[in-house]
């Protein structure tokens, strides 16, 4: 097991994984930007060092930076949490090429998946239903038109190194081809600097299954269940929930025997989760994340299991220490993501938080970075914590989960804790009556 290991992030998920890294008895490294040096992750490190300014590229993206503080302090390992290096080939082949453990998978997973082409012909091969969509990358406008013919509108253009819900765009008739094929590449060249992209058919009303799956180095693989992470906004996700509730159970049983399969076929290592769209009870692959989620608790709830503790394991070579006979899932659990952000406009609020009181109780979780006095810096997602509330049952988890945001309390700067009341307390939610273009209809209202 390593003695020493470096976290490539900020905020709540790296807090999140210096409190897995303690309780395996592995001291920490902190690695934080200039506009970073007192926030939680820092102070709760065995070890902090800076890697440099505000900017992301100039800090948490620096990898010769990066590269030089595991040097300094020793580290044996990275872990990246998730966003940032984590789904970066480069990154972790360099780090593979240097000794230094990668804790995720092999940088070549890492590079088939994060093409979501490459990835798609992978998938297609397995067996596993794919969305309709063209065979490669959209070469050329003209293309795309031929594409459209055979596929059909409504449809959505995508980045092909895409993720986050970023460099997406929905096209509904033939007129808009032309300007939604210009603004997804140029999103695409913005924000992963690759400008190649494919298109899909548009689903209408589906809703988001993702499966959790877990590797070792000995191709031992298990699921971990799915979760339903449908509500969203402009494909980010703002509500995640496990499990999913009244899909077709057969047709999950076949997916996830497929999905397992697969993963020992590519000898896959560690976490990852299977995305999926699901309508009139069929599952459609759409990608795979090769890192931790950021809803990775609500299965943590259900089934026991600490993802990022296995994650350190598997990188360090321990082999599972449970079977799949093993997983047992119990109850509910739901997780509301509370951002920084005005709940009405999605402004981002940064500012320092005044006062802050998290919920408690039975089957409460909060996973943040906040504290009375922290400042919220600009610079950054605005993902600020994450509740989550665990319980036997899908209604008396919401019950709990309106009671736990009723206790919050963040002061002096705003966050979307009013929204997800709202959103809970809707008929629709309770009767689980939505699929991913629901919340953008409740907005309008």
């Not at 509904?172 to 924000?191: F, H, M, Q």
Request: charged share 25%; aromatic share 8%; glycine share 8%.
């Amino acid at each position: 097991m390593f003695k020493k290991v470096l976290i490539a992030n900020r905020g709540e998920i790296a807090v999140r994984i210096i409190r897995s890294c303690k309780e395996l008895g592995i001291k920490t490294v902190a690695i934080h930007s200039v506009a970073d040096v007192n926030s939680m992750h820092v102070k709760m490190a065995d070890e902090s060092i800076c890697v440099g300014d505000s900017k992301s590229s100039e800090s948490y993206l620096n990898i010769p930076a990066i590269l030089t503080a595991t040097e300094i302090t020793g580290a044996e390992a990275i872990h990246p949490g998730y966003g940032f290096l984590s789904e970066n080939f480069k990154f972790a082949r360099i780090l593979e090429e240097h000794n230094i453990a990668f804790i995720g998978p092999k940088s070549e997973h890492i590079k088939i998946m994060g093409d979501k082409v490459s990835a798609r012909n992978i998938i297609n091969k397995t067996g596993i239903p794919l969305v309709p969509g063209s065979d490669g990358p959209i070469k050329s406008l003209s293309d795309l038109k031929k594409n459209s013919e055979n596929i059909g509108f409504p449809l959505i253009i995508k980045a092909a190194a895409g993720g986050g819900g970023k460099g997406m765009q929905v096209v509904k008739n033939k007129s808009d081809l032309e300007n939604a094929y210009n603004l997804t590449k140029s999103e695409a060249k913005a924000n992963f600097g690759n400008d190649e992209i494919y298109v899909e058919k548009f689903l209408q009303n589906p809703k988001h299954i993702e499966f959790q799956i877990f590797a070792d180095n000995y191709q031992n693989v298990i699921h971990l269940g799915e979760r339903d992470c449908s509500i969203q906004r402009r494909h980010q996700k703002l509500i995640e929930e496990a499990p999913a509730f009244d899909i077709n159970q057969n047709e999950k049983e076949k997916v996830i025997k497929i999905i397992i399969k697969a993963m020992k076929e590519i000898k896959y290592r560690g976490a990852g989760t299977i995305e999926m769209l699901y309508e009139n009870e069929k599952f459609y692959f759409i990608e795979m994340n090769t890192r931790i989620q950021v809803e990775h608790p609500v299965t943590e709830m259900i089934t026991g299991i600490d993802i990022v503790s296995e994650q350190i394991k598997a990188a360090g070579g321990k082999k599972l220490s449970f079977k799949q006979k093993d997983i047992t899932f119990r109850g509910h659990a739901i997780e509301c993501r509370i951002n920084a952000e005005n709940p009405n406009n999605f402004v981002p609020s940064p500012g320092k938080v005044l006062t802050y009181h998290p919920p408690g109780g039975n089957g409460v979780r909060v996973d943040s970075c906040l504290y009375s006095g922290y400042e919220v810096v600009p610079y950054y997602d605005s993902l600020i914590g994450k509740l989550i509330v665990h319980a036997p049952t899908r209604l008396q988890a919401i019950e709990r989960m309106k009671r736990s945001l009723a206790e919050l309390v963040v002061e002096g700067i705003e966050t979307t804790t009013s929204l997800h009341e709202k959103i809970i307390s809707t008929s629709s939610f309770s009767n689980y009556e939505f699929n991913i273009n629901w919340l953008e209809s409740f907005l309008k209202k």
